[in-house]
């Protein structure tokens, strides 16, 4: 964590046009109570206290209503004996129930990163979650019951790990999901100083790392079909590369080649970019794509990835963010994976104050155009009383203009988005299926925060649910442009984003005036499918070879 | 610096400072030395002498020296403003920045309309981070130095206090006007062209990087911000030659390794792209091996005061080395060895350990304790010939 002490831009001129979307943070009426556990309340003794993890938006049940699942970590000394990942099922009237004993998936180890995708193709959406020590990799029963495969699966490492990005990725297209997996650091208990014991590690007493520490190494495991998994890190290219102290990943097809690249935001070193080479290798690009650094060259404390068409243009960007001090960074795509730092002229260079985490663009007010949001906190909790090193701090909402600009939001934008917490992950998903999205956020040392959306005179909407034949049957990779009202808009099915957080897999388009649509999908096997003056307000069930097979109205 | 103090002298220097001050304007500084310190050895009160006399130890680098005659001057003459401004130069000079801040706020107090001091104690407070009393300093400065070149300073300072605030517009207006009372001033230009920048003036800010560039067109920075622009605003061809120049300046500039790898890849020029990319990476990499050292040596060091605590010396010595090995730029760790060391009775190898200690904290006041106590205590045949000149001074 580093930053580049950049001075802020000076907002210019508000827009004063009316945003429609307001957020109300409802977790409390909801049933979403357990705290996620990062350390203590005034104190992180090591790093991975005060990394904080990610949440996910399933649907684990197959009901069509999101179930949340909101990760935790644990702490030195006196871990509580409630600390777990938590998996709450949807009520379907904006209550959810805690069923994560009767889940099996109670676990008392610290928790970074999830990704969701069913990678046995059974129509179940399966967990991978990564942690210190380990990683696990969950299977869905079926039954509203997952059960811990990751020995099984050929997924269990040998030495503890610092698991942090982690996405299901089917990068050699035969319909299986292959899963691709970060460690930020190499930790060793015995090796760090702990926080207190050294004032030489950090200026100011805290915790050590990740300057200092061996980088962590990123691994690719080939689905083999028979629910077991093959490293293929060495053949496939991705261990060439030395490490660095990687976080989010992505898995996306970046440059239009109709194979799944990867993205990879690493914390105070380059960030990544696997190019996919479409043989079963990747090969290392970041810099010649210009998404390894600032646009001066210097390394960030990537956290979060989004990636959208900021500019409705087709093409897919990177929204990525950062520590305080530094300004996040927007990477505009030339459509060929080719990408220019824009972030001066986004106006987002407005906003430093705040070290940024769990990062969407997603269009909240369904105008057409995707705002940005991003969850932030503070990393030491031993200087929040400090001014200079805000601990809670409220979120983030930036509005886009459409031209490539965006601009702040504050109050204009309810109350939760004011409010103070000590944030990472979040994640983007219509958790009451009213046609807007709401945002899931996890909270350090607190319960997690759910954004309910209350859009009054918005625009039309359309959803779309993909499920894969000969691709994999989640979907993950694929691409989906809507077009309407003269304008594109594309958007990317994701096995994790945000801050190793996972999305509703519903992708959503805010149409605007638009009452109707033509999208065009790009599945992970190379196959496209074509729909023309689609109605709006809909959640479209589209099955890969064929078609439309349900248009589900809201009630 | 020299203008001030030379202004002083010229008018109240006696015979022999006359003497000196023309040989150093000839450049002769070796023969100006030479008089200045038989002057202050036969008439210790001259207190022109003495200021002359530590200005130009200063310039030769020899800062205990110069420090020395300096406090001699202000202690003779404490009402002086020139005196202590010219402490506080030299205190700059050799990075003492807490008592250069001290000398220049005791210069304005004796006299608040000495423009130049007040633009040091502005330059002064903006390095310590008080940009409230660097912005109030900096625009008296202005007000006292008129038209002035040396009042370009002042705006200059003016200009990074806006640009850190965020306002870049009030930045350039404020560098505008800097490079207005002294146009060769190819910083302020830089700056200009940055807060252009900022400002989304595409056109305003190639315009001052142009300026800068021109001016001194051997600054790495200039060049680089130059071909930095151009790069940003889709110009790759004419981005080339700037950042090239910028390369062969400081190679190891990790900025310009990065905008200059995007240029040959815009340009299509794809082998020096990567090779120029190579040479980026191993700047990253060992950059974070060193952090990665610094850790070990941490906790080297941590596990030597253990020992040390522990009253096994010379384990701890051992481990205080290791750590002074993988990360030689950490003061303390330097002066943990450097103890153990006197402690042990190597007095020469501890007093250079704490000298070098001193010299990358020179403002850490306990390294600068210590290292006296340890000149004045170890055996005179132990001391460097630098330990030997100190004691002497002190005993002087």
Redesign the interface.
């Known amino acids: 964590m580093a930053s580049r002490h950049v001075?802020?831009?000076?907002p210019g001129q508000h827009s004063s046009l009316p945003f429609r979307a307001k957020f109300t943070d409802i977790a409390a009426a909801a049933g979403l109570r357990e705290p996620s556990v990062c350390g203590h309340s005034d104190r992180a003794d090591y790093v991975i206290e005060a990394m904080g993890c990610g949440v996910a938006f399933v649907d684990f049940d197959n009901d069509g209503w999101l179930d949340v699942l909101v990760l935790s970590g644990s702490r030195f000394g006196d871990p509580p004996s409630t600390a777990s990942n938590r998996l709450y099922r949807n009520n379907r009237n904006s209550t959810f129930t805690d069923v994560t004993v009767k889940a099996g998936l109670f676990s008392q180890h610290y928790s970074f990163g999830v990704t969701v995708g069913d990678f046995n193709n059974d129509g179940w959406e399966d967990l991978f979650i990564t942690g210190w020590p380990r990683n696990y990799l969950y299977r869905n029963n079926g039954d509203g019951t997952f059960t811990d495969i990751t020995q099984a699966a050929g997924l269990l490492s040998k030495e503890s790990r610092f698991g942090s990005g982690c996405t299901f990725i089917d990068f050699d297209r035969d319909g299986k999901l292959d899963l691709f997996v970060s460690n930020y650091v190499t930790f060793d208990l015995d090796?760090v100083?702990r926080a207190g014991?050294?004032t030489?590690?950090n200026s100011e007493n805290v915790f050590?790392g990740p300057?200092?520490?061996?980088?962590g190494k990123h691994a690719l495991f080939r689905n083999n079909g028979d629910g077991t998994f093959t490293d293929v890190t060495a053949n496939s290219g991705i261990g060439k590369v030395?490490g660095g102290y990687g976080l989010t990943a992505v898995a996306a097809d970046l440059d239009g080649d109709g194979w799944t690249d990867l993205y990879l935001a690493c914390d105070s070193?380059?960030s990544l970019f696997f190019h996919n080479n479409g043989d079963g290798t990747f090969t290392e690009q970041a810099?010649?794509r210009?998404v390894a650094?600032s646009?001066?060259?210097?390394?960030q404390a990537g956290m979060g990835v989004a990636i959208g068409d900021l500019h409705s243009a087709g093409r897919l960007d990177i929204v990525k963010t950062h520590f305080a001090a530094d300004t996040p960074a927007v990477y505009a795509n030339n459509g060929s994976g080719e990408f220019k730092d824009e972030t001066?002229?986004s106006g987002l260079g407005v906003e430093t104050r705040y070290i940024g985490w769990g990062v969407g663009t997603e269009d909240l007010d369904n105008d057409g155009l995707p705002e940005i949001f991003w969850a932030a906190g503070g990393i030491y909790p031993e200087l929040q009383n400090n001014p200079d090193e805000p601990y809670r701090v409220p979120r983030i909402l930036f509005r886009n203009l459409g031209d490539g600009r965006f601009e702040e939001l504050t109050t204009q934008a309810g109350p939760a988005i004011l409010q103070k917490h000590c944030s990472r992950g979040c994640a983007f998903g219509d958790f009451d299926n009213d046609g807007d999205l709401d945002i899931l956020i996890m909270n350090l040392n607190e319960p997690p925060s759910l954004l309910r959306n209350d859009l009054t005179g918005g625009g039309h909407w359309l959803k779309v649910k993909l499920t894969g034949r000969k691709s994999n049957r989640s979907a993950i990779g694929a691409r989906v442009d809507v077009t309407c009202g003269g304008r594109k808009q594309s958007q990317v099915v994701t096995g994790q984003s945000s801050y190793l957080s996972v999305n509703d897999r519903r992708l959503h388009f805010g149409l605007g005036s638009s009452s109707v649509a033509d999208l065009e999908i790009r599945w992970p096997s190379g196959a496209r499918e074509r729909l023309t003056n689609v109605a709006a307000d809909r959640l479209l069930h589209i099955t890969e070879g064929s078609g439309l097979t349900r248009a589900e109205a809201f009630s | 610096m020299w203008s001030v103090v030379f202004l002083v002298l010229l008018l109240q220097r006696s015979e022999p400072l006359e003497l000196a001050w023309q040989l150093a304007a000839r450049g002769d500084r070796a023969g100006a030395e030479a008089v200045l310190q038989k002057l202050v050895l036969s008439d210790s009160k001259n207190t022109d002498a003495h200021l002359l006399y530590g200005n130009l130890l200063a310039e030769d680098g020899k800062k205990e020296d110069a420090l020395a005659e300096l406090n001699i001057a202000v202690v003779q003459r404490p009402r002086s403003a020139e005196a202590w401004n010219s402490l506080g130069e030299i205190c700059k000079r050799f990075k003492k920045n807490r008592e250069a801040l001290d000398a220049f706020k005791k210069a304005v107090s004796a006299d608040p309309k000495f423009g130049i001091a007040q633009s040091n104690l502005a330059q002064s407070f903006y390095e310590a981070g008080e940009k409230d009393a660097a912005k109030e300093h900096a625009e008296r400065a202005l007000a006292l130095l008129g038209r002035s070149k040396d009042a370009a300073d002042a705006a200059y300072l003016l200009g990074r206090i806006e640009l850190n605030a965020g306002d870049a517009r009030k930045a350039a207006d404020h560098f505008a006007q800097a490079v207005q009372l002294a146009p060769e001033y190819a910083a302020a230009w830089s700056d200009l062209g940055q807060a252009k920048k900022l400002a989304l003036d595409d056109a305003g800010a190639i315009a001052a990087f142009l300026q800068a560039a021109r001016i001194d067109p051997g600054d790495a920075v200039a060049q680089y911000r130059l071909g930095a622009e151009y790069l940003r605003q889709d110009k790759p061809g004419e981005a080339l030659a700037p950042l090239e120049t910028a390369a062969r300046a400081n190679g190891g500039d990790q900025s310009t390794l990065n905008a200059l790898a995007t240029a040959y890849q815009r340009l299509g020029r794809v082998d020096e792209a990567a090779q120029t990319r190579r040479k980026l990476s191993e700047v990253i990499r060992r950059r974070d091996h060193e952090s990665q050292n610094a850790l070990s040596a941490l906790r080297l060091n941590n596990q030597g005061a253990e020992l040390e605590k522990a009253g096994k010396l010379t384990d701890a010595l051992d481990l205080y080395g290791q750590a002074v090995q993988l990360n030689g730029k950490h003061a303390g760790m330097r002066t943990n060895y450097a103890v153990a060391l006197l402690r042990l009775g190597r007095w020469r190898q501890g007093l250079e350990e704490l000298h070098t200690a001193q010299e990358l904290d020179p403002d850490n006041q306990q390294i600068e304790t210590a290292l006296r106590d340890a000149i004045s205590q170890a055996p005179l045949s132990e001391l460097p010939d630098w330990a030997r000149a100190a004691r002497a001074r002190e005993t002087r």
């Open positions: 001075t802020p831009q000076r090796a100083p014991h050294s030489e590690c050590c300057r200092g520490l061996p980088y030395e070193t380059p810099m010649e210009g650094l646009e001066d060259g210097m390394e001066l002229r």
